[in-house]
């Protein structure tokens, strides 16, 4: 017997790659100029974006081992964030201080 495969829908590969579909789209094109490496779709009726789930899953699997986490460096934003804005808090005071009296 013929086992069949799941085909999921480009929504559902957004989710499952934590990115907005638009990423996706830009994926899949850098993907056919020779430049990225997700999985192309399946031809399906209609047009549609569609993947097999098992060539998804193979990406992320692919993808999980070749990347460090992402974690650390929005980690690393966020203080550069605090940073800049202790740093304009305090030039703000000193620019208080040394405002001249209309």
């Known amino acids: 017997m013929e086992q069949k495969q799941m085909i999921v829908l480009i929504d559902e590969v957004a989710a499952r790659l934590r990115v907005s579909t638009s990423t996706v789209r830009r994926w899949l ?6 430049r990225g ?6 031809s399906v009726p209609g047009g549609k974006l569609r993947w097999l789930a098992s060539d998804i ?6 993808q999980s081992q070749a990347t460090p986490p992402v974690v650390s460096t929005v980690r690393q934003v ?5 940073e ?3 740093r304009q808090a ?10 001249k009296p209309k």
Request: charged fraction near 35%.
């Open 29 to 34: 094109a850098e993907s056919r100029a020779g």
């Open 37 to 42: 490496n997700l999985p192309r779709p399946v």
């Open 57 to 62: 899953e193979a990406y992320l699997a692919s």
């Open 78 to 82: 966020r203080r550069d964030q605090k």
């Open 84 to 86: 800049f804005h202790q």
């Open 90 to 99: 305090e030039a703000d005071k000193i620019l208080l201080r040394h405002r």
